[in-house]
């Protein structure tokens, strides 16, 4: 990588970054398999069933995701998927996609000005108050005072 930046080809700086992604990947896997009693979502992406879940619902967040759909997608039972989750990601799984909901409900409104009423149907809910009663929820504050924080 520093022979590639201090050689300055062409192309060499991109060479270093995917270079650099590389290694931090290489880091994370590391980090992963020391790593074995951790939870969290991080960890969770290491279990191919519960990882599998997280995709679904970061694919298609509106989705009205039941336990028994991203069970589904697990290929296992409810009961046992829920309890699986949990351990490895520490949250139950309609927790983990409340709280992907409300950070995509954060970003849209710190980088848009899209209403909640927009908001609200592109991340599975009904109504506006009931993704600023879900918003406030998980991210302590409304949305309104969310927007107005992130604008400075």
């Known amino acids: 990588m520093r022979e590639e930046l201090r050689l300055a080809h062409p192309g060499g700086a991109l060479i270093a970054q995917h270079l650099a992604h590389m290694i931090l990947i290489q880091a994370l896997r590391l980090h992963l398999n020391e790593n074995k009693h951790q939870t969290g979502w991080f960890t969770a992406l290491k279990d191919h069933k519960v990882c599998a879940t997280i995709s679904a ?3 298609d967040p509106a989705r009205r995701w039941t336990l028994q ?3 589904a997608v ?3 039972s409810r009961s ?3 309890q699986r989750f949990k351990d ?3 949250e139950t799984p309609m927790d983990y996609l409340t709280r992907w909901r ?3 409900a954060g970003e849209r409104l710190e980088n848009t000005n899209d ?3 927009a908001i609200a149907p592109a991340l599975g809910y009904e109504s506006e108050s ?3 009663t879900a918003f406030k929820r998980v991210m302590g504050c409304t949305p309104r005072e969310y927007a107005r924080n992130a604008q400075g």
Do not use: E, P
Request: net charge negative; proline share 0%; no cysteine.
């Open 80 to 82: 046992v998927f829920a």
């Open 102 to 104: 409300m950070l995509l």
């Open 57 to 59: 619902i970061h694919d």
């Open 69 to 71: 759909d991203l069970a």
């Open 88 to 90: 490895v990601a520490g």
């Open 74 to 76: 697990a290929g296992m």
């Open 115 to 117: 209403k909640l009423s």
């Open 130 to 132: 009931a993704v600023a």
